[in-house]
């Protein structure tokens, strides 16, 4: 992933959002970039950002995928919820940690097929698709558990929650390699463009050839895959299961990441280190917030209006007032915008038979 | 009916219509009389759709008069234009599918009685409504039960009741197999006896033919001619709606060079056929060999394209390549037995709109090697750019999004997509249309040049001239059906129109008396 000027360009109101947080966390908190070694540990309120994020960040890596295919995933916290099931009642029953690993990234595999299916080959339009999971997977985790919230007491497990390599906190480490194998599985393969093809246009690309229900399928497992992984970090932190609360509305900080980092909800163009930088964004408000002993109340407003803020230094309407050309070559970018993204209407229109 | 003096049913006077600078109705007439059926002809373009959205008040009319009974009428929205007696049935029905047949009839107007829905009365009449038409179907159940035909008729139905005096039907056969279509020519004709005046779109001439007193005639949003259809032949009518005087017909630009009609052919279809889009036909294909499929919009020209690269499968018949009988399950099977395919719709079907130039020509090549196998970022670009120089695509780099590349490029770079995969058979639906003069003949050259590389083409045309230019052979299509194969001496605008023009043997439409 090379970052041409042209793309840092793009990606400016993001980045600029997230050191203009940073910055204010800072103001109100001098101590926010202060970072210590405690226990063979870091601490430091910016390494809670990261470590907090974590589970969102995850859920944004696959979201991000699915939303480039023009789809989305809502049943990602649900899928959190059923792998932390899985994996706190499959400890207490006594299970070895590398096989409760596999049962819940299996579960979590499982769930991404049965999304991808219903989208690819039964052609059901995908926020319908996986709302069906949303619901019925916060059931299926509580039928796990049994309605109880399931503790444990398992070292191994909890060392995924709040243990560290080499000082990184391990969900920070997770985090960090499914991006590394997520980016080197879309960009070093032929995947990242059959996907983005697929999310512009599908029916072009089928006739182009591209295996179309195969890159769904693909990027739904892949989704429920990283919604896994979230779903045990959270479960190791708390060492115990709550099949109620676990992932509960994390579907949605996850596709505000992915909107946020640049990624449009029409299908296309993606990129996987900006929804990252969404995630942080996010979490870093929420960090920020708390330290800066702001009512809770004000949290969600606070949110809002800075998510208001990048969003429309994103949109294409209010970039006519502050032309920035995104390469050189292209001459006329804001126009082609807004013409590439409505040009059924137009189209229509103008088409007497 | 009869006075000849009293003013027609419906009189449309120079209507004009305007899109975007796009002048899609220019001053055009149309006449509707009582207990008449009319049909509204014309190609692609036409300004067929743009009249009839216009007459029912889906656009505003830039300038005209449109005079119901002698009263100047002005309607501005569909339920307007229902209440000014004038009632439409499109193809695609418009009814809710979900609901009932009584309740598909009576929407809206449901009789009442103590403030409740009287659904007894409604079945009752439902019923007696339906009995007009000859249909006897249990008008409780869901609509979506019954056959497109018996919904359009219902259809019909409901806009007749809504005491329309203009019915309007836009190709209500489309979608109709020719039993169906004989049982809504019996309720059309029924209609006429009560007076109502019909406005029959339809892509059909034997339909015209069969159930139609006039002909109106537009073309490029001008009026043709209008005419009575006992006094119009079938010859004349292909020449009004093409627009060419017959005489001036082009002449076959270049003789394809000597071709070895021995061979082996590359592509065989043996009554391949699709019901309810073209009916079994046979053709051979040679390499080298340029095959154009003629006919006039909605006659199977596209339909047939579409069999052969496995996008619709066909129900019938075989399809063997080098010999081989083959499966075409989908364009993948196609792509891999090194078929390509460039579709009519380039937006919807073609390009990848944000993808760029570079990505949309190794798009094909690509999907054919594999997700797993990347073509490296340095092949891509010494590809794009060779077909760039190759067919001279206008682009200031290969990293431009294909969107903002005008029509010709964009058709070129599709091209390009497809001869990246090196195919022995390439498929080429209208492709030039929409395209400016230069890129035009550049593509017609490029086809030539192909089929003299060895590839075996079969492009489908509306461009006569075109087809003629370049084909070794044409396939003349009509109302579904493959019903002439021209070669030799025989490929020539005259006798591709006079094939068109043709009657059928037996009249599709007038199956049932």
Redesign the interface.
């Given at each position: 992933m090379t970052l041409s000027s042209s793309a840092l360009r793009r990606n400016l109101p993001q980045c600029g959002a997230l050191i203009a947080v940073l910055l204010a966390n800072w103001l109100l908190f001098p101590d926010f970039f202060s970072i210590r070694v405690q226990d063979g540990r870091l601490f430091g309120s910016l390494i809670d950002v990261m470590n907090r994020g974590a589970p969102v960040a995850l859920l944004a890596i696959g979201m991000t995928m699915v939303i480039a295919t023009r789809g989305v995933d809502l049943s990602v916290g649900a899928v959190m919820a059923i792998s932390g099931a899985i994996a706190a009642t499959m400890t207490q029953a006594g299970w070895s940690l590398p096989l409760v690993l596999l049962a819940a990234l299996g579960a979590g595999l499982l769930c991404g097929l049965w999304n991808g299916v219903l989208v690819a080959v039964l052609r059901i339009q995908p926020i319908i698709a996986t709302l069906i999971l949303m619901v019925a997977g916060r059931g299926i985790a509580q039928l796990i558990t049994e309605g109880q919230i399931v503790t444990f007491v398992s070292p191994g497990l909890a060392a995924i929650g709040s243990g560290a390599v080499l000082t990184v906190p391990t969900p920070v480490v997770l985090t960090a390699a499914t991006l590394a194998v997520t980016a080197l599985l879309v960009r070093?393969?032929?995947?990242g463009?059959?996907i983005?093809?697929v999310g512009?246009?599908r029916?072009?690309?089928?006739?182009?050839?591209?295996?179309t229900p195969v890159?769904l399928i693909a990027v739904y497992v892949w989704c429920g895959l990283c919604a896994a992984v979230a779903g045990l970090i959270v479960t190791a932190d708390i060492r115990g299961a709550d099949a109620n609360n676990a992932g509960l509305w994390l579907e949605l900080d996850a596709i505000l990441a992915v909107v946020v980092g640049g990624t449009s909800l029409l299908g296309?163009?993606f990129g996987l280190l900006m929804s990252i930088v969404g995630a942080a964004i996010i979490q870093a408000m929420n960090t920020g917030i708390l330290l800066s002993g702001f009512k809770p109340e004000f949290n969600l407003i606070v949110k809002a209006a800075v998510l208001m803020v990048v969003l429309l230094a994103q949109s294409p309407a209010l970039s006519l007032l502050l032309p920035r050309p995104r390469?050189p070559?292209?001459a006329r970018p804001i126009a082609?915008k807004v013409?590439?993204k409505a040009?059924g209407k137009?189209?229509k229109?103008?088409?007497?038979? | 009916m009869t006075n000849p003096h009293a003013p027609p049913l419906l009189a449309i006077r120079g209507l004009s219509?305007a899109?975007?600078g796009?002048q899609?109705?220019d001053g055009v007439d149309f006449t509707l009389r009582h207990g008449e059926i009319h049909a509204l002809l014309g190609e692609?373009?036409?300004?067929?759709?743009?009249l009839i959205k216009t007459l029912t008040g889906v656009y505003q009319r830039d300038g005209g008069t449109i005079a119901l009974n002698g009263a100047e009428i002005a309607p501005r929205s569909v339920e307007d234009a229902q209440r000014l007696n004038i009632g439409t049935v499109y193809q695609e029905v418009n009814l809710l599918p979900n609901l009932s047949v009584a309740e598909n009839l009576f929407l809206g107007r449901q009789p009442m009685r103590f403030g409740l829905v009287d659904r007894a009365a409604m079945r009752r009449r439902a019923r007696a409504i339906l009995d007009g038409y000859g249909l006897s179907i249990d008008v409780a159940a869901p609509l979506q039960r019954f056959s497109v035909a018996t919904q359009q008729i219902v259809a019909i139905a409901r806009a007749v009741d809504m005491s329309a005096k203009v019915l309007i039907l836009d190709e209500p056969t489309a979608s109709l197999d020719a039993q169906e279509v004989a049982v809504l020519f019996d309720v059309m004709r029924g209609l006429k006896a009560r007076g109502i005046g019909i406005v029959f779109v339809t892509h059909f001439l034997d339909q015209v033919y069969a159930v139609c007193d006039r002909i109106t005639v537009l073309r490029n949003?001008r009026l043709v001619g209008e005419r009575r259809t006992a006094e119009l032949p079938r010859l004349d009518l292909v020449a009004m709606m093409l627009g060419r005087e017959l005489e001036a017909a082009a002449h076959r630009l270049a003789q394809p060079t000597q071709f070895d009609d021995s061979a082996p052919p590359l592509l065989r279809f043996q009554g391949v056929g699709k019901a309810r889009s073209v009916a079994p036909f046979d053709l051979d294909i040679r390499p080298g060999e340029v095959v154009g499929l003629a006919g006039l919009l909605g006659s199977g020209r596209t339909e047939t394209a579409r069999l052969a690269?496995g996008?619709d499968r066909a129900d019938s018949g075989t399809i063997t390549v080098d010999g081989a009988p083959v499966a075409l399950r989908?364009?993948?099977e196609a792509?891999r037995l090194g078929f390509g395919?460039c579709?009519e719709d380039r937006?919807?079907?073609?390009?990848?709109?944000?993808?760029s130039v570079r990505?949309n020509i190794i798009?094909?090549l690509?999907?054919?090697?594999?997700?797993?196998?990347?073509?490296p970022r340095r092949r891509q670009e010494e590809i794009a750019d060779r077909f760039i120089r190759l067919l001279d695509i206008r682009t200031?780099?290969a990293?431009?999004?294909i969107?903002?590349l005008s029509g010709g490029n964009q058709q070129k770079a599709l091209l390009a997509?497809w001869l990246a995969t090196e195919p022995r058979f390439l498929i080429l639906d209208e492709p030039t249309r929409g395209i400016d003069v230069g890129a035009h003949a550049e593509i017609i050259r490029l086809i030539e040049r192909l089929c003299a590389d060895g590839m075996a083409l079969l492009v489908v045309s509306s461009e006569l001239e075109e087809i003629v230019a370049y084909s070794r052979r044409v396939v003349v299509l009509r109302d579904r059906h493959h019903v002439a194969a021209l070669s030799g001496e025989d490929v020539c605008v005259e006798r591709i129109v006079a094939a068109i023009a043709s009657e059928s043997s037996p009249p599709v439409a007038e199956a049932r008396p």
């Open positions: 070093a393969t032929a995947l463009l059959m983005e093809s512009v246009n029916l072009s690309s089928a006739y182009a050839g591209v295996n890159i296309g163009r390469s070559a292209n082609a013409t590439g040009p137009a189209h229109e103008g088409s007497a038979p | 219509k899109f975007l796009v899609a109705l692609n373009g036409a300004g067929k759709s743009t949003g690269f996008v989908g364009p993948r792509i395919y579709p937006k919807k079907e073609g390009i990848v709109g944000e993808l990505e798009l094909a690509q999907a054919r090697q594999g997700w797993l196998n990347p073509i200031p780099d990293e431009r999004p969107q903002l997509r």
